[in-house]
């Protein structure tokens, strides 16, 4: 593995990444790509690239995974923003680098999204073309999300005190940083919240399981309204051509991933789709443990193994 920083140009800093290599890598060969997104408030740590993608890599793809600008390792202050239209933008500037790499063949070039950074993946490939395959792992629209469930089913009162919080940062006042899951599994027992994604959530990210120093889970209130009025499939009927693989479990939860991956494959445009549905399996078993990771693996490295060549 590699770690490398990879120049936003738009935003002048510069976002964090680790390349997974295939076994008996060799720079003079050209080798498919993938380029893998982690879920909301998360890292490159958690998921995306110490599970899917060295075991991707292990099949003889390089993988690519980033953390989002704001998050992670990656540049941008203040922290703990979750702009959707800046996380698409990000996959561009990613693919941008990865365009560069010698040992990478152009055109075969594909994405994975886990959670939120799966809804991000769907999206951006619509417009970015280099992205010619496309994956998801529990994906999650998370701009539906924002108008439902993290908004109370309220979203105009939600916009509204988004508003006034951002008067008041601009004057001066404390940023306000939600924290969005308890503290611990215990602490959730505690104050009775017995939902699965929730609650699984917590088991994550907040024990030795999933926890990591750049993975907290935050919110930088002020600026989610830019979420709130985001649609992650928006034109999917007309732009979304690419191969589409979703795979979810079907242990449903709040935050919808069965849901959206029933909406977004009967949607998009891709000619050759195909939702994967997991029995017995939740949001975040899908995360890191051994026989759900092994069974989404089991379809989802053929498929880029036949969409990519």
């Given at each position: ?220 209130f002020s600026h989610q309204a830019a979420a709130v009025g985001w649609d992650a499939f928006h034109l999917a009927e007309v732009l979304l051509t690419q191969p589409l693989m979703v795979v979810v479990g079907d242990k449903v939860g709040a935050f919808g991933a069965y849901r959206d991956g029933c909406e977004i494959i009967g949607r998009a445009a891709s000619k050759k789709k195909e939702l994967v ?33």
């Amino acid at each position: 593995m590699e770690t490398v920083n990879i120049r936003n140009k738009d935003m002048h800093w510069e976002i964090a990444a680790a390349i997974h290599f295939p076994p008996n890598f060799d720079t003079k060969k050209k080798y498919p790509a993938i380029i893998s997104a982690h879920p909301i408030g998360s890292c490159k740590e958690q998921t995306s690239g110490n599970v899917y993608g060295q075991v991707l890599a292990k099949e003889g793809f390089v993988v690519i995974a980033f953390d989002r600008s704001f998050q992670g390792s990656s540049g941008g202050e203040p922290r703990s923003i979750e702009d959707p239209t800046l996380s698409v933008e990000d996959f561009r500037h990613v693919a941008d680098y990865v365009v560069t790499l010698s040992y990478v063949d152009e055109d075969r070039i594909g994405v994975l999204g886990i959670c939120g950074g799966g809804g991000y993946a769907i999206n951006a490939a619509m417009t970015e073309r280099r992205i010619k395959v496309v994956g998801t792992i529990t994906g999650v629209n998370y701009g539906r999300l924002m108008r439902e469930g993290f908004s109370g089913y309220d979203p105009i009162r939600a916009l509204e005190s988004m508003a006034k919080q951002r008067t008041a940062e601009a004057r001066g006042e404390k940023l306000r940083v939600d924290d969005l899951l308890p503290p611990s599994p215990d602490e959730a027992k505690k104050r009775s919240i017995t939902e699965i994604d929730v609650y699984e959530a917590t088991d994550y990210y907040r024990t030795s399981r999933g926890q990591q120093p750049c993975g907290l889970n935050r919110s930088l209130f002020s600026h989610q309204a830019a979420a709130v009025g985001w649609d992650a499939f928006h034109l999917a009927e007309v732009l979304l051509t690419q191969p589409l693989m979703v795979v979810v479990g079907d242990k449903v939860g709040a935050f919808g991933a069965y849901r959206d991956g029933c909406e977004i494959i009967g949607r998009a445009a891709s000619k050759k789709k195909e939702l994967v549905v997991l029995a017995g399996w939740s949001h975040y078993d899908l995360y890191d443990k051994p026989e759900p990771v092994r069974l989404a693996l089991a379809k989802l490295a053929p498929f880029y193994k036949e969409n990519l060549g």
